[in-house]
């Protein structure tokens, strides 16, 4: 459609199927898929419908395109799901539901299996208030919460079109600092680190054309958890607002993931 806006979220880890889910899987015979299990959720949140035209509910926070994941069972650290929507008709003044959209999607896999979070990303518009910044508040009640100084160490990689996030380091640094209280403090990541934080492109990057590497930063969390991620990942994007209206890619991995060799996809 040509006013599609698209979103995509996605949670990076290891997956372990339950027996009969992944019996089912590997014979092909799975009934539900992370298609049909997202739609499922995300209907009895009131979050999307697949009705259409005036008897569609009033309030939808997006049009449900796509999901799925690599649920290969061989314990290395994966894109175990995405979450593909349309949020082009998403008022500008609420924020854009990215939370909401993880919620669904690890909703959707605790329902097939167990799995350890290595972390996630958004593919995102970021606008002036993306993420809801004023209700942004640190995770404090995650079990294992320690201090910055003894937590976990956490990467940040930003990505965008034509080089628009190029020489933003501080400035961005800066905006999440404010954004996070002084909770979150940011260290730009020396010239060596990886393009992006995963060991494959995220699922999105098609979205991103002549897609450019932006800053890159280490940070130390008090805990690490999918809704620490979740939270660092809101404060970019909110972060990036004042950067334009085009996506804007986030990863954000925790400190047990094998970093990346190669280029964002599209990077050539």
Not at 72 to 93: F, K, M, N, S, W
Not at 136 to 163: F, K
Request: hydrophobic share 40%; aromatic share 4%.
């Amino acid at each position: 459609m040509p006013n599609a806006e698209p979103m995509v979220v996605g949670v990076h880890g290891t997956l372990e199927l339950r027996p009969e889910i992944r019996r089912a899987w590997e014979s092909g015979e799975l009934d539900e898929d992370l298609y049909s299990l997202t739609v499922q959720r995300a209907e009895a949140y009131g979050l999307t419908s697949t009705v259409l035209g005036a008897a569609r509910p009033r309030g939808a926070r997006w049009a449900h395109n796509e999901a799925g994941g690599d649920w290969t069972q061989d314990g290395t650290v994966r894109e175990i799901g995405y979450l593909q929507v349309d949020v082009a008709d998403a008022a500008p003044d609420r924020p854009l539901p990215t939370r909401p959209a993880f919620t669904v999607l690890t909703d959707a896999l605790r329902h097939v299996g167990t799995f350890a979070v290595a972390g996630v990303h958004v593919l995102a518009p970021p606008r002036p208030g993306a993420a809801g910044s004023e209700d942004l508040t640190w995770p404090t009640d995650e079990p294992g919460g320690t201090t910055t100084e003894t937590g976990a160490e956490v990467t940040v990689t930003l990505a965008a079109r034509n080089g628009s996030l190029a020489d933003r380091a501080q400035p961005i640094r800066q905006a999440v600092t404010e954004l996070s209280s002084g909770r979150l403090d940011l260290t730009p990541a020396p010239p060596e680190s990886p393009a992006h934080a995963f060991a494959h492109p995220p699922t999105g990057t098609i979205h991103l054309p002549e897609a450019t590497t932006g800053p890159g930063f280490r940070c130390r969390t008090p805990t690490w958890s999918l809704d620490a991620a979740v939270h660092i990942a809101e404060l970019l994007l909110t972060a990036l607002g004042p950067y334009g209206t085009g996506p804007a890619l986030v990863s954000v991995a925790g400190p047990t993931v094998a970093r990346a060799r190669g280029p964002i996809a599209g990077n050539g």
